[in-house]
């Protein structure tokens, strides 16, 4: 059965509806999307809408139909530079006296027009590229004049000031929206009232329509979605302290301005709590400072049992816990969804609920500090009062909220670039152990008992493409925006992150910021089951190094061990005509400044002569300061031993920049792009999502820590790479552009990375063939079980394919990353599981073999004036050891059994080029 109970009639006389207002945000693109079942003859001329600009220019119209010369059409008109763009076809009376859902769209920017009939393109043209801007009247049901009525009935009209795809709008014309939708400027229903359902508000006038109670054929209904259940017995989630800023502040010790939000389903009056800012009775009190009040609740939300209201506590630095209720008794029912907000400022607190103010009262006393009090969702210490019910979009800001922000974002996800927002647990990955925090702050929290369901929860569901959009300008390096919530496809696991804080700080980092947690939840909550003293944060114990370990570390003999198996393999071409047979060339003529104490040469090249079966070193040719050197091949030679260190430097910054962020973690972000935000129904998504997991994540989270950025001065902000380097951030990206602008899936096999002669030590070529063999073969097994249901849904690679070639940056005489057949699809997913297992593990497990030892090579070489050398040295062996000690997803551990007996099976061509205990499933560091 239907949920549209009334549809919008129209009897092509005088019937039509203005909308109040115009559209001034749509501009450069547009969607019109309805459900219609028409009357008119195929000897009318009728209009089902039309919009005019404050020139009284047409900007819109759809004729549905319009009787033509010899025929009767669909015409799509939308622009008004000089006239309208118009693309229109021929059509049957069977094409629109059903109930059909249309959706005509137009892009500016690309030039495209397109009509589609119940998901499907109808008709489309290309070129059109007049502008949409000054939308100021916008009537539906006839022309703008009141002419060219249209008879028949309209349901679901909707306005997006955005092309939407074939995949969008086949996803959501069956669906019910919310009204928050990303892009969506018009919604209605048109159930009952022509009120419009977005926060634009732009209601409709009716002129002589009537309603007409109807069925339409599909069922239009608000799609479920994750949230997280609480019992009420024992369920909560524990969100420790808060994570700290550069200043050593904590984001969640709020005491003098707050917002809390959360979105409320209330399963019974008993317990009630939802934000609870609580010392922990476990917890020792701290030496030499006073006892704190371990009954003190520092600032929460709950739903009092006995009036149903909902209640603000809090507690002053004279130890005193205060209750604030508000002045309207708005009383919270159960089994219904309500969203409650708190602010607090200016000394006072106000209560608000579905975005109507409950009243205010001023603060008595000032906050306690609560930088040592525990975040708990769910659950209050002491009495054990635990919440029962469902709880989704948890938010808590530094800042006040008005009345106004909350209305207008209390039924739509936040774009994570919100001033002021500290904490933002959405609660919708329906799976795992971990509430992720989406801030940049990751006040992750482990969940205690409290289970994942589905809820019609009244806030608007994001598709793949709003979840996963891009930053960035196309023709430049397209990534997930950083600026926004992490989708919960991409949280990283319980594992990753215990593992990540251990490696990082040894195991009292990961008792400290996860372990604890998983304590807690072992042992149902119970915080006497924690230990009254946890290890002080340490590093953890470096693991050996190669070169300290290699006492011919300076050797000749080394230097070429290096370049054919360290962390920059597959360097090395063949040239002829030269007394030499191989060089390794980089390139550095693209940087335009360097750190006044840094020494880069513009560029190095490596020589190297075959003999017999082994290589030996020939010469280095360098540019540097404007002038070229060649120091031949001299053991013990200052020049000599000058010029490999400034090889070794050149190269560990280009493997840095170029190798491992631009071919391998760049590289891969735009596949996983293109998979997250296409790849839903098609078998695909099982191969390849294992070998995806954390590259965004990373990515996302990492380009500010590894990169650095500017700040809203446009000043530079050094990320690890950027001081341990010469280069700053600008200049980084020079070299990941070179390197990205030649990555393509076409001509990914490692063979044209391979020696063409046999070299004794090359354990890279046998290692890199033979993982190519053991992945080409894995691939092409699962393409043989898979094939008919990989065509049944090509619509969606056809989606990815759009996405790859409209975002690479790759170079146009390589074409584009467009996925034309079946073998592309297939040797698409061979070149990303090989480059996201075996060539990342090679690059990232192997840098701190050499890079750990800054006595041998550093990451760019430095002048002794250097007043930040130490530190720069510091930095970099901390940094190698961390990023090669984190090895999550690991294949011998979770991957495919199937893959794992392959790679078993050939273990003695993989080692010892790369040990099996190092290959990971994933880019997951």
Not at 411 to 421: Q, T, V
Request: charged residues 20%.
């Amino acid at each position: 059965m239907s949920e549209q109970n009334f549809v919008l009639t129209f009897d092509g006389v005088n019937d039509r509806v203005e909308l109040s207002k115009g559209f001034p945000s749509i501009e450069k693109a547009i969607t019109i999307e309805f459900w219609a079942k028409g009357e008119n003859s195929l000897a009318q001329q009728t209009s089902i809408l039309e919009a005019y600009n404050a020139q009284n220019v047409r900007v819109l119209n759809i004729h549905l139909p319009w009787k033509h010369i010899a025929d009767t059409r669909i015409f799509w008109d939308a622009g008004n530079q000089n006239g309208f763009d118009r693309i229109e076809k021929p059509v049957q009376l069977t094409d629109y006296n059903v109930w059909t859902h249309w959706a005509f769209v137009k892009d500016a920017v690309t030039g495209q027009m397109y009509i589609y009939q119940n998901g499907k393109v109808w008709h489309q043209g290309s070129g059109q590229k007049r502008l949409l801007g000054g939308i100021q009247k916008f009537v539906i049901g006839s022309f703008a004049s009141a002419t060219n009525y249209w008879k028949g009935s309209l349901a679901e009209f909707r306005i997006w000031n955005q092309a939407r795809t074939q995949l969008e709008i086949e996803q959501q014309m069956n669906r019910r929206l919310v009204g928050s939708e990303r892009g969506l400027v018009g919604y209605f229903p048109l159930d009952g009232d022509v009120s419009d359902r977005t926060i634009a508000g732009n209601n409709g006038k009716l002129y002589e329509t009537t309603w007409t109670k109807a069925e339409l054929p599909v069922k239009l209904e608000t799609q479920q979605q994750s949230v997280l259940s609480f019992d009420g017995k024992d369920d909560y989630i524990s969100c420790g302290k808060g994570q700290s800023s550069d200043k050593g502040l904590r984001f969640l010790n709020l005491t003098q301005t707050l917002t809390l939000e959360a979105w409320v389903n209330l399963g019974s009056y008993q317990g009630g709590a939802i934000f609870t800012k609580q010392y922990n009775p476990a917890e020792p009190d701290k030496p030499g400072q006073p006892s704190l009040d371990k009954a003190a609740i520092f600032y929460g939300l709950f739903i009092e049992e006995s009036t149903k209201l909902p209640m603000f506590i809090y507690s002053t630095k004279d130890k005193r816990n205060l209750v604030f209720g508000g002045t309207t008794k708005t009383e919270i029912a159960l089994e219904k969804w309500y969203h409650l907000a708190v602010v607090v400022s200016n000394q006072q607190v106000e209560l608000f609920v579905n975005g109507q103010s409950q009243g205010a009262a001023k603060i008595e006393g000032a906050f306690a500090d609560n930088s040592d009090a525990d975040l708990l969702i769910g659950k209050r210490y002491v009495d054990n009062s635990y919440f029962a019910g469902q709880l989704a979009e948890l938010r808590i800001w530094n800042i006040p909220r008005t009345a106004a922000e909350i209305q207008a974002n209390l039924s739509r996800r936040l774009e994570n670039i919100e001033p002021g927002l500290v904490g933002y647990w959405l609660l919708e990955k329906g799976s795992g152990e971990i509430a992720y925090d989406s801030c940049f702050s990751d006040n992750f929290g482990m969940i205690a008992g409290a289970t994942w369901s589905k809820s019609k929860l009244p806030i608007a569901i994001l598709n793949p493409k709003e979840k996963f959009s891009y930053a960035g300008k196309i023709g430049d390096i397209r990534a997930l925006d950083a600026f926004k919530p992490l989708p919960s496809e991409v949280h990283p696991p319980a594992r990753w992150l215990a593992n990540f804080y251990q490696s990082a700080y040894g195991l009292g980092g990961a008792t400290k910021d996860v372990l604890v947690r998983q304590v807690l939840m072992e042992n149902g909550g119970d915080p006497t089951k924690i230990p009254a003293k946890l290890p002080a944060k340490q590093i953890a114990t470096a693991p050996e190094n190669l070169t300290r370990l290699r006492p011919d570390k300076y050797s000749d003999e080394f230097f070429v061990e290096r370049r054919l198996n360290g962390f920059n393999p597959g360097q090395l071409k063949r040239v002829q005509n030269q007394p030499w047979q191989y060089v390794i060339r980089y390139d550095m003529g693209g940087i335009q400044k360097i750190d006044n104490h840094g020494i880069l040469p513009k560029l190095i090249e490596a020589r190297f002569c075959l003999e017999g079966q082994q290589l030996t070193p020939h010469s280095i040719e360098y540019t540097l300061f404007g002038e070229t050197q060649v120091q031949t091949q001299r053991p013990g030679d200052q020049d000599w031993e000058w010029a490999k260190k400034l090889f070794r430097c050149t190269e560990f910054l280009y493997h840095e920049t170029g190798i491992h962020l631009g071919r391998l973690h760049l590289n891969i972000d735009q596949y996983a792009m293109a998979f997250y935000r296409n790849v839903i129904n098609n078998p695909i998504q099982k191969l390849l999502e294992p070998h995806l997991e954390i590259v965004l994540n990373m990515n996302t989270r990492g380009v500010f820590a590894i990169l650095g950025y500017k700040d809203k001065d446009g000043k530079d902000v050094d990320g690890a790479v950027t001081f341990l380097s010469c280069v700053d951030v600008d200049n980084m990206y020079v070299l990941i552009r070179q390197e990205l602008s030649n990555m393509t899936y076409r001509n990914g096999n490692p063979r044209s990375q391979f020696l063409p002669d046999y070299v004794t030590n090359n354990h890279f070529d046998r290692s890199a063939s033979t993982m190519w063999r053991i992945i080409t073969d894995y691939v092409s097994r699962f393409f043989a079980n898979n094939r008919a249901s990989i065509q049944s849904y090509w619509s969606e690679i056809v989606g990815m394919s759009e996405d790859l070639s409209a975002n690479s940056i790759l170079k146009k005489e390589l074409g584009t990353l467009d996925i034309k057949t079946m073998q592309d699809l297939q040797d698409l997913c061979v070149y990303v599981i090989y480059n996201s297992t075996f060539y990342h593990s090679w690059v990232n497990n192997k840098q701190f073999e050499d890079a750990g030892d800054v006595d041998y090579v550093t990451m760019s070489a430095w002048k002794d004036t250097d007043p930040l050398l130490a530190a720069r040295h510091a930095k970099q062996i901390l940094s190698m050891q961390n990023l090669t000690a984190v090895r999550c997803n690991l294949i011998m551990d979770v991957g495919p059994a199937e893959l794992k007996d392959a790679i078993w099976k050939q273990r003695a061509q993989i080692e010892p080029g790369l040990p099996l205990e190092k290959l990971m499933m994933s880019i997951s560091i």
